[in-house]
């Protein structure tokens, strides 16, 4: 039998937390009367005192903003100088008192580069440290006037650049990439009223309501404080001790624990705004909007073993394959979908809408595109454009506005802050990859690092000296939705935010079976690495709240009893809308069907079929695939039937999780070398357990048998039949263009 509820530590004060009844007053006290709102109201505002008593502004221009060729910098043809211009005869040498004498403090050059040196560095993010970033531009469908004053969404075919920036949460800025966690997806549209940042994840919820808990959450999810590790994982005592007692993340550990949270590229995941936000028109009617990013490539994502090796080949995976694609002319694509709908709506559904751990089921209000994005230049420079980037989510436009959802409100404050530790002051929006394309005029001045020269003797606004300028831009700028507002001072949350499971239930059950089973078996990993039991108990009691199946295969796998459910907060939850939900399996999105930019390994060796990978690597190369021959060592060999091919990668260089799919070519001897050779049949292996695309082509067959892997009629991503070019090739771009072939998975693994 299990362990009795109350045997699990859970914490018995959740329930309290929620509701009117709950919400902590500070004091009982009646509110004053609002004030007489005609008050003032016969002075003139400041737009139109500044109208009538100054002259007119002359037309500014701010060279700071927005012109990234201005602070170009390329060395090349030009003499080597220090910061000053001064022209360096001599870069190798310190300035010294005699050959072997001491170094002189008057070496000025000396000095100045190693100054400069010792602070190259700035405090990596304190979340999303790691990330990767490209250019692009956001493309509108149709105009959107009706829903939004948004200029980027004012016309068909209109073009707004972008700089987007992926990253993975937990890790330092020198982690891997391919850890299970979450990815950011963080949008900056340089809009021509300004910019807007859409601050985003690959995954549409949150592991709490209310940013009250984030320092909480991050010091949890972050390497322990007391030795500093993990490093970029979740597997740990303190993660998994945090959110077992805060239920509200179990819809968001249903995401990560699958195979979300190991994406096969940053080109091929879905990105999300999460929270509910506004769309306001010129008249000022708002409705409300969530947004969704999909890539054209469709949603494909690693498995746990394939991403735990890729890890140590390539540490930059996702990086690498971004910028690769990019440079190659593939940069990636996604459309921008938004759910709109109203207030009353909103009132209606069973869940908050304010509530960031829950999504708008798209069976309750459709996804309907909007508008592209392509992502097609790579940044000049790392630490100038990718790590200098600041995003805010405080930075919108006119035309969108926030809610009030808890989370976002102390994102609204946290970002913008950090910035001005992370980037040395209040001046960040002058870093020319902040700076806006739209002008910036203000009263704001100096702080460190300021770089625009403001003119005149006016720093105030209103002022007649410098004729009222710059000007309020009225009802023409920017205007908060007048969001009518009732209640209390307090701490507490909406009741409807109590209810933590059913949206985690529809996400499990709208999986595929294999997409179950990586849920199962992620949760069975990361309990089976904590040290403290309790903590996996009051886990698994947490998920039969969620589904039984769920719970009882994870139990299994852990070697324990099922647990009694842990005791809700909310005791009898709201019927949902929606029990299965296909849109939330990756298998919703398989993408175009191209197999453009896959990876592909034909492994080779001295006396291989060189017909037969000329006729492969051509068709592959010619339907967009990437193409490496694999040796047992980089360099040339010799092919069967003459002729000499080159090895561009090796078997240790490049195992097989950096590829989507492998081919054997014939070639008796070629094979024979291979099936000597334990890495060749390694590298096979972990492509069959991983689900990769494979064919072997004549004698190319044996290596697979003598790896182990049997041939299977029902396997299509197996294709050892005689593989002569033409119709083989064919049947594998067809597999290949499947991404995986998952169904060929067994527990344990057969091979
Ligand atoms: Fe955050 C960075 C996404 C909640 C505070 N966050 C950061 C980045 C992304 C997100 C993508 C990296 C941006 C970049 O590439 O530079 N964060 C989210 C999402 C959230 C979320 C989708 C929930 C819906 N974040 C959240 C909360 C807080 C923060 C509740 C604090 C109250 N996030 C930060 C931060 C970071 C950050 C500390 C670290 C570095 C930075 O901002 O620029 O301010």
């Not at 005699?98 to 700035?122: N, S, V």
């Not at 324990?560 to 709201?574: E, G, I, N, S, V």
């Not at 299965?580 to 080779?604: C, E, M, Q, Y």
């Not at 390694?682 to 357990?689: N, S, W």
Request: hydrophobic fraction near 40%; charge should be negative; proline fraction near 7%.
């Amino acid at each position: 039998a299990g362990a009795t509820a109350a045997a699990i530590p859970h914490n018995a004060n959740k329930a309290a937390e929620y509701g009117e009844q709950a919400a902590r007053h500070p004091y009982a006290g009646a509110h004053v009367g609002a004030v007489d709102p005609s008050v003032g109201a016969s002075s003139l505002s400041e737009s139109e005192s500044s109208d009538k008593t100054g002259d007119a502004a002359a037309p500014g221009v701010n060279e700071v903003d927005g012109r990234l060729a201005r602070v170009r910098a390329d060395g090349g043809g030009q003499v080597l100088t220090t910061n000053q211009g001064v022209p360096v005869g001599d870069n190798q040498h310190s300035l010294k008192a005699g050959l072997r004498g001491p170094a002189l403090l008057k070496d000025f050059i000396l000095r100045e580069k190693i100054t400069h040196f010792d602070h190259e560095r700035i405090p990596e993010r304190i979340v999303h440290a790691r990330g990767s970033a490209a250019h692009g531009y956001f493309e509108c469908y149709k105009p959107l006037t009706d829903l939004t004053a948004a200029s980027l969404f004012a016309e068909k075919g209109k073009r707004t650049p972008v700089f987007v920036r992926f990253s993975t949460v937990a890790g330092e800025r020198g982690s891997k990439d391919t850890a299970r966690d979450v990815r950011g997806f963080a949008v900056k549209f340089y809009t021509d009223e300004g910019n807007w940042d859409l601050v985003g994840n690959n995954i549409p919820v949150f592991f709490i309501q209310d940013a009250m808990k984030f320092p909480d959450l991050v010091h949890a999810v972050k390497a322990e404080p007391h030795h500093g590790m993990p490093q970029a994982a979740s597997a740990h005592d303190t993660f998994w001790d945090f959110v077992s007692l805060m239920p509200e993340s179990t819809h968001m550990l249903m995401w990560v624990m699958s195979d979300r949270g190991i994406p096969r590229s940053f080109r091929m995941m879905q990105g999300f705004g999460v929270h509910t936000f506004r769309f306001v028109n010129a008249k000022g009617e708002s409705r409300l909007v969530k947004f969704h990013w999909n890539p054209v490539l469709g949603t494909h994502s690693q498995v746990w073993d394939e991403a735990v090796k890729v890890s140590g080949a390539d540490p930059d995976f996702h990086r690498r394959d971004l910028w690769e694609a990019i440079d190659a002319g593939n940069g990636p694509e996604w459309e921008l979908g938004v759910q709109v709908f109203t207030e009353d709506q909103a009132e209606g559904f069973s869940f908050d809408v304010l509530d960031a751990t829950k999504i708008v089921p798209e069976e309750l209000v459709p996804v309907v595109p909007v508008g592209r994005m392509v992502l097609d230049r790579n940044p000049d420079n790392f630490f100038a454009e990718t790590e200098q980037v600041a995003f805010c989510t405080a930075h919108i436009v006119p035309g969108l506005d926030f809610t009030n959802d808890p989370l976002l409100a102390g994102r609204i404050h946290s970002y913008v802050d950090t910035q001005i530790s992370r980037l040395g002051g209040p001046n960040f929006h002058e870093i020319p990859i902040n700076a806006p394309l739209a002008q910036v005029h203000n009263n704001q001045r100096d702080g460190m690092h300021r770089q625009a020269i403001h003119r005149g003797r006016v720093a105030y606004e209103p002022n007649s000296l410098a004729g009222g300028c710059p000007f309020q831009a009225g009802t023409d700028g920017f205007v908060s939705f007048p969001e009518p507002l009732a209640g209390d001072e307090l701490r507490g949350h909406p009741e409807k935010f109590a209810e933590h499971y059913n949206q985690a239930t529809l996400f499990y059950n709208s999986q595929t079976g294999w997409e179950r089973r990586h849920i199962i078996n992620a949760f069975a990993f990361e309990l089976s690495k904590l040290t403290v039991p309790p903590i996996r108990q009051r886990m698994v009691a947490s998920l039969r709240n969620v589904s039984d199946e769920l719970a009882q295969a994870v139990a299994d796998q852990l070697g324990m009893a099922l647990p009694d459910p842990l005791p809700r907060a909310m005791k009898t939850p709201p019927k949902p809308e929606v029990e299965v939900s296909p849109a939330l399996s990756l298998t919703a999105r398989p993408g175009d069907g191209g197999v453009a930019t896959r990876k592909v390994a034909i492994l080779v060796a001295e006396g291989v079929d060189g017909k037969a990978v000329a006729a492969v690597a051509e068709a592959l190369i010619k339907a967009g695939a990437v193409v490496r021959l694999v040796g047992q060592r980089i360099g040339p060999l010799q092919a069967d039937g003459g002729g000499a091919l080159d090895a561009d990668a090796s078997l240790d260089n490049h195992p097989s999780g950096l590829f989507d799919g492998a081919v054997v070519p014939g070639g008796a001897a070629a094979v024979a070398r291979l099936q000597a050779d334990g890495r060749a049949l390694e590298f096979l292996r972990d492509a069959f357990r991983h689900g990769k695309t494979l064919m072997g082509m004549g004698e190319g067959a044996q290596l697979f048998a003598a790896a182990g892997i049997q041939p299977d009629p029902d396997d299509g991503g197996l294709l050892l039949a005689d593989g002569a070019a033409g119709k083989g090739v064919a049947a594998f771009i067809e597999a290949l263009a499947m991404h995986r072939h998952p169904e060929r998975e067994t527990a344990p693994p057969k091979v």
